[in-house]
């Protein structure tokens, strides 16, 4: 994927918002190991962007010091229990906000009927058993619910909070146990947004959060692999 002509004025930040991307999107694997050269082919920009936007990534955590390179940061047990805590709060505080703009008549129409067609959609994906969209899917659900608030502070934590986890949740969608109970979950966040009940829309977010954390399963590194033949995963 190349870096649009539009973001170069600030190439480096370019970089690092679509890597944001690609960890959001479960693109990579814990423990892969990423080189400046293999990012830089991969993006279509040259290694001194790359070089800065991993430099923030390792400020960040997403990416750990290795050989000839970085190497993709997996969550500990402990780590993933501290962030699903702090998650199911912020998911929950999120659809709360969401259905107080409801209730105030804040909320465009159209986007609580985006949020429908967002959980059909991860619905539709998760039949498919195509673990990578199904956690595209379900990231596009969750980001939707979390601008509906109308908090940019809160949609940016979130933000965070999604790329930590999300490297992992692929993973877990390819649960077909899991993957089956999210839709119900999904569409009673989504319910108790459109009737405008923010204890409803909380405690349904607050509910399905902990319910993936109890699923959680901690992604198991990849073997090391050569910076010759390492490539971001597409």
Do not use: C
């Not at 699903?84 to 909320?107: I, K, P, S």
């Not at 930590?164 to 119900?184: C, F, K, S, Y």
């Amino acid at each position: 994927m190349a870096v649009s002509s539009e973001s170069q004025p600030g190439s480096a930040h370019a970089v690092y918002v679509a890597l944001r991307h690609r960890f959001a999107e479960g693109r990579y694997a814990p423990g892969q190991r990423l080189t400046e050269a293999a990012v830089a082919a991969d993006l279509g920009v040259s290694r001194t962007p790359v070089r800065e936007a991993i430099g923030r990534l390792l400020a960040e955590g997403l990416v750990i010091p290795a050989a000839r390179g970085v190497a993709v940061a997996a969550l500990t047990a402990a780590e993933a229990k501290h962030l699903f805590v702090l998650r199911a709060t912020l998911e929950a505080l999120a659809a709360e906000l969401a259905a107080t703009r409801q209730a105030r008549g804040q909320l465009p129409p159209a986007d609580i009927d985006a949020l429908d067609r967002a959980v059909d959609a991860v619905e539709a994906a998760v039949q498919t058993h195509d673990a990578h969209a199904s956690a595209q899917a379900n990231l596009a659900l969750h980001r939707a619910i979390g601008a509906a608030a109308g908090n940019p502070f809160l949609e940016d934590t979130l933000h965070r909070v999604w790329d930590r986890i999300a490297v992992t949740t692929v993973a877990n969608l390819d649960d077909p146990h899991w993957a089956g109970a999210i839709t119900e979950q999904h569409r009673a966040i989504v319910a108790g947004i459109r009737a405008g009940d923010p204890a409803a829309a909380g405690s349904a977010a607050k509910a399905h959060i902990e319910a993936a954390g109890r699923a959680y399963k901690p992604a198991r590194e990849n073997e090391p692999r050569t910076a010759a033949t390492t490539q971001p995963t597409r």
